[in-house]
T-cell receptor, first 120, second 117 residues
Framework: GAVVSQHPSWVICKSGTSVKIECRSL??????MFWYRQFPKQSLMLMAT?????????EQGVEKDKFLINHASLTLSTLTVTSAHPEDSSFYIC????????????????FGEGSRLTVL | AQTVTQSQPEMSVQEAETVTLSCTYD???????LFWYKQPPSRQMILVIR??????QNATENRFSVNFQKAAKSFSLKISDSQLGDAAMYFC??????????????FGTGTRLTIIP
């Protein structure tokens, strides 16, 4: 099946620094990727929709300048948490849809393994 | 706005028995997809089963099946012959049809399933 890879899987950083998380579709092209945030024992909350070659669409309440998203190619989207603070500590998950006709028909989204961010 | 409700925060079942997880949703759309995802301790989201709203037949995948009641907006997951590896958080999710161009998933709050040996 389709594979989505996230890197790093776990990152610890100091408060005030910026952290970049990568999301790659390994065996398919994805014009659209989604970034979710998951707090412990809670559900996944959509942060933004990443569109290849254009600006991301952010959900209400998500700070665009805080969570920078870049989708520069059909297989890579990045999430940069700028000036991270302890409250940004969370589990971040990306998902992607196969842009092929088959992917369009199935509507299935494939998820990365997630990235755990801890801000000290 | 679409909402997905899972009213069972935790469920447990004896190994080899059958368990049903509940999910209800609210939407005004007629074209949509429903999913059950499994999130084991590794946190990797795994698709368990999917259902297209236009299909009347309930989806099945081996030991997993759904009871899709469109009029009632209900989408329950039945796991037969439960196995230890089924232990995980299970999320019900909704997505509008592709024709609308809005493909984001809306998740329920999840049900933690414990398998008792």
């Amino acid at each position: 099946g389709a594979v989505v890879s996230q890197h790093p899987s776990w990152v610890i950083c100091k408060s005030g620094t910026s952290v970049k998380i990568e999301c790659r579709s390994l065996d398919f092209q994805a014009t659209t990727m989604f970034w979710y945030r998951q707090f412990p024992k809670q559900s996944l909350m959509l942060m933004a929709t990443s569109n290849e070659g254009s600006k991301a669409t952010y959900e209400q309440g998500v700070e665009k300048d805080k969570f920078l998203i870049n989708h520069a190619s059909l297989t890579l989207s990045t999430l940069t948490v700028t000036s991270a603070h302890p409250e940004d500590s969370s589990f971040y998950i990306c998902s992607a849809r196969d842009s092929s006709d088959q992917g369009y028909l199935t509507g299935e989204l494939f998820f990365g393994e997630g990235s755990r961010l801890t801000v000290l | 706005a679409q909402t997905v409700t899972q009213s069972q925060p935790e469920m447990s079942v004896q190994e080899a028995e059958t368990v049903t997880l509940s999910c209800t949703y609210d939407t005004s759309e007629s074209d949509y997809y429903l999913f059950w995802y499994k999130q084991p301790p590794s946190r990797q989201m795994i698709l368990v089963i999917r259902q297209e709203a236009y299909k009347q037949q309930n989806a099945t995948e081996n030991r997993f099946s759904v009871n899709f009641q469109k009029a009632a907006k209900s989408f329950s997951l039945k796991i037969s012959d439960s196995q230890l590896g089924d232990a995980a958080m299970y999320f019900c999710a909704y997505r509008r049809g592709s024709n609308f161009g809005n493909e984001k998933l809306t998740f329920g709050t999840g049900t933690r399933l414990t398998i008792i040996p």
